[in-house]
T-cell receptor, first 110, second 114 residues
Framework: DAKTTQPPSMDCAEGRAANLPCNHS???????VYWYRQIHSQGPQYIIH???NNETNEMASLIITEDRKSSTLILPHATLRDTAVYYC???????????FGKGTKLSVIP | SAVISQKPSRDICQRGTSLTIQCQVD?????MFWYRQQPGQSLTLIAT?????????ESGFVIDKFPISRPNLTFSTLTVSNMSPEDSSIYLC???????????FGSGTRLTVV
């Protein structure tokens, strides 16, 4: 898995969009970008993944730069329940393994 | 996505004893994964468990300390053997999603060794 770099922490006001950046400058052509989050004392929860096109689902949007060296996870309207550690992972489709970094601790402020 | 039931959710154990953690999935899966999350740290993969073959351990983890069973396609166990306080962690099982989709994680077992 390619190494990823994320800021250790971020704050976001409740109701505003949370934009979480991730650098993965050494990502290879067959590696996907995955995002997970871990709410305190729970197992990680899958959010979204993408290869090179932007993706959107009911939880979030994923914006991947054209050179694929970085991406941004967007939570469009953050709520207090979105407070969690967010992990960005670059992993090959066939690797069947996830390498977790330290992630970004997002605090949603009332 | 798969639903995982992990037991126990937490336990406090005496040093020198062993604890077996169970992971039950509601559908058949080829690979199951066991992770450890030490206090304040990220997740570290312990091993990959395939049905019908021995588990594959990551560097720093050995079978004698973390024996794994995988008797069928919906169930696996991880045993933490001869525990010491350094084994106090959250242990999680995980399965791969359909195709190249996301992985599903159990809710974890919070282990405290005293």
């Amino acid at each position: 898995d390619a190494k990823t770099t994320q800021p250790p922490s971020m704050d976001c006001a409740e109701g505003r969009a949370a934009n979480l950046p991730c650098n993965h400058s050494t990502i290879s052509g067959n590696e996907y970008v995955y995002w997970y989050r871990q709410i305190h004392s729970q197992g990680p929860q899958y959010i979204i993944h993408g290869l090179k096109n932007n993706e959107t689902n009911e939880m979030a949007s994923l914006i991947i730069t054209e050179d694929r060296k970085s991406s941004t996870l967007i939570l469009p309207h953050a709520t207090l329940r979105d407070t969690a550690v967010y992990y960005c992972i670059a992993s090959g489709a066939g690797s069947y393994q996830l390498t977790f970094g330290k992630g970004t601790k997002l605090s949603v402020i009332p | 996505s798969a639903v995982i039931s992990q037991k126990p959710s937490r336990d406090i154990c005496q040093r020198g004893t062993s604890l077996t953690i169970q992971c039950q999935v509601d559908s058949q899966v080829t690979m199951m994964f066991w992770y450890r999350q030490q206090p304040g740290q990220s997740l570290t993969l312990i091993a990959t468990a395939n049905q019908g073959s021995e588990a594959t351990y990551e560097s720093g983890f050995v079978i004698d300390k973390f024996p794994i069973s995988r008797p069928n396609l919906t169930f696996s166990t991880l045993t933490v053997s001869n525990m010491s306080p350094e084994d106090s962690s959250i242990y999680l099982c995980s399965v791969a999603g359909q195709g190249i989709g996301g992985y599903t994680f159990g809710s974890g077992t919070r282990l405290t060794v005293v």
